[in-house]
């Protein structure tokens, strides 16, 4: 049989870049980027900024990221706690969202297969 | 882009290879596609490799299904840049506007298969209110969407709930439709890798 050109599957793809947002090499210290990503814990004006990250992202304003930057965060520190927080987010539904579905297929059924 | 990095802060040989690019095809590059050159290992790289898996990589959901669930939630997090480019892309896809808009508009009513419309529904609540259970999925399962099309949707979800979020968050320029429309034609022939 040819052997077939593995795919990489979601599970390991979605590790790796997690782990490379809140573990690799970066500019904001790795307690900072995990608080950013749990979305817990940050001084003002940080947490307001990423509260609207997390919560309604449309609604952020030049005045947001300004504040941040005229309190000390550097621009790649913005740049990298934001898509941790970002990731944060989409990371939480995506977990209820498989969770839900194991348990589903655990339960059987006709469906299920 | 709100941030000066990421307008300015490229190395040499990627404002050369945006610089080509916009020579080529007449437009610059969408934030969205220069957003993953910076510093490209640290989030561009693996997002990159987890979105291209998500939209363009098996599953039983059409690429015009992919995107136009991309397109439906990046409406429910209100993020005009990502709405524009994905319908684009997804009408492209299925050669149909109509379908798409009426979808934006209510999947409820739209003219799409039962399948789709309870995994766009489940997409939704998740995407606004962050948690689905057992009997959401349940129900979507009785209305014929197989276990691997959840997980399959459930990653385009995670992928445009980020995505989406860094668009707004960062500020990205919402260019003209024809713009949209390149951008469309070359995420088909070339996906997100």
């Not at chain 1, 790795?30 to 608080?35: G, T």
Request: aromatic residues 10%; charged residues 25%.
């Amino acid at each position: 049989m040819k052997p077939q050109k593995e795919i990489p599957g979601y599970r390991q793809l979605y590790r790796d870049l997690i782990d490379r947002i809140l573990n690799g090499k970066g500019h904001s210290p790795q307690a900072e980027r995990r608080a950013a990503f749990d979305h817990s814990g940050l001084p003002q004006p940080l947490q307001h900024l990423l509260d609207k990250v997390v919560h309604y992202a449309y609604k952020v304003t030049d005045d947001d990221v300004e504040r941040v930057k005229q309190s000390g965060v550097s621009e790649d520190q913005v740049f990298e706690l934001v898509i941790c927080a970002a990731a944060g987010q989409a990371s939480r539904q995506y977990e209820s969202g498989l969770a839900a579905l194991e348990a589903a297929r655990k339960e059987g059924g006709p469906h299920a297969s | 882009m709100r941030l000066e990095i990421l307008n300015k802060g490229y190395a040499l040989t990627t404002k050369m290879l945006f610089g080509i690019i916009r020579l080529v095809s007449g437009y610059p590059l969408p934030d969205a596609a220069r957003l993953v050159f910076y510093r490209p290992d640290f989030y561009g790289l693996p997002m990159k490799r987890f979105t291209h898996r998500a939209m363009r990589g098996p599953s039983s959901w059409s690429v015009g299904d992919r995107e136009l669930m991309a397109a439906y939630i990046s409406r429910l997090n209100a993020c005009t840049f990502c709405v524009k480019a994905h319908s684009a892309v997804s009408a492209n896809a299925y050669k149909d506007r109509f379908k798409v808009d009426k979808v934006l508009a209510d999947p409820e009513t739209a003219p799409i298969a039962p399948p789709l419309r309870a995994m766009l529904a489940l997409l939704g609540k998740l995407t606004t209110t962050h948690t689905v259970g057992t009997e959401d999925i349940r129900t979507l399962l009785a209305a014929g969407v197989t276990p691997p099309q959840v997980e399959d949707a459930l990653a385009v979800c995670f992928a445009f709930n980020i995505t989406n979020r860094l668009a707004d968050a960062f500020g990205f320029f919402v260019p003209a439709p024809d713009a949209f429309d390149a951008g469309a034609r070359y995420l088909l022939r070339r996906g997100y890798g």
